[in-house]
């Protein structure tokens, strides 16, 4: 079945120091691959996605993510974090079900806390 | 652009009683839009699937006579939770997908709804 795992529920780092997520899928074709952040009592932004084409995927606020299919991955990265940052990290793969509709299966989310 | 809208953006109202929840795109047609609920601190249950003109399809264990969901037209689709009680109380999330008829760039994305917080007294 497809999956998406986010193996670090809770990660800390201080302001400044670099950042990597980690998000691996397990899915049979293609994937069409999403990172999406929320942040406290707001809506779900789109940081960048992966549909074909260069594996680097640069994004917004800084972000930037590297499909691996060899390792089934999709991490995120920010080489200097700010304290803005802090927030709910979701990854995400877009597949079809049965009824040939479009669906997003989602981690169970980073929560990432930034310390001044 | 590929913005959409919910609202109302929060609600609270007395168990037994019915709250609608609706889901705008602002600037593009949705063929397909999506209904999440959100626990707090946890990650997004997709409830069901709906299409324009169609039935909705829902998710394995979503009662389709608890949340009734239309989708009239192809920029508004509407979340009905019926006989509401407090543990219907949640976080819910609507997405809309543009379709193939869109920007190549946005087809396969979701563009989501701010989000629609419930209480049930």
């Known amino acids: 079945a497809q999956s998406v795992t986010q193996p670090d529920i809770h990660i800390t780092v201080s302001e400044g120091a670099s950042l990597e997520l980690r998000c691996n899928y397990s899915?049979?074709?293609?994937?069409?691959l999403f990172w999406y952040v929320q942040s406290p009592g707001q809506g779900l932004q789109l940081l960048l996605k992966?549909?074909?084409?260069d594996t680097l995927v640069q994004g917004i606020k800084g972000f930037e993510a590297e499909f691996k299919r060899s390792q089934s991955s999709f991490n995120l990265r920010k080489p200097s974090v700010h304290w803005s940052d802090a927030a709910e990290y979701f990854c995400?793969?877009?597949?079809?079900?049965?009824?040939?509709?479009?669906?997003?299966?989602w981690g169970l989310g980073t929560s990432l806390a930034v310390n001044p | 652009g590929a913005v959409v809208s919910q609202h109302p953006s929060w609600v609270i109202c007395k168990s037994g009683t019915s709250v609608k929840i609706e889901c705008r795109s602002l600037?593009?047609?949705?063929?397909?839009m999506f209904w999440y609920r959100q626990f707090p601190k946890q990650s997004l249950m997709l409830m069901a699937t709906s299409n324009e003109g169609s039935k909705a399809t829902y998710e394995q264990g979503v009662e389709k006579d608890k949340f009734l969901i239309n989708h009239a037209s192809l920029t508004l689709s509407t979340l009905t939770v019926t006989s509401a009680h407090p543990e219907d109380s949640s976080f819910y999330i609507c997405s809309a997908n543009p379709g193939q008829g869109a920007i190549s760039r946005t087809y396969n994305e979701q563009f989501f709804g701010p989000g629609t917080r419930l209480t049930v007294l």
């Open positions: 992966y549909f074909s084409g």
């Open positions: 995400a793969v877009a597949l079809y079900d049965a009824g040939n509709n479009r669906k997003l299966i």
């Open positions: 600037d593009f047609q949705a063929t397909t």
């Open positions: 899915y049979g074709a293609t994937p069409y």
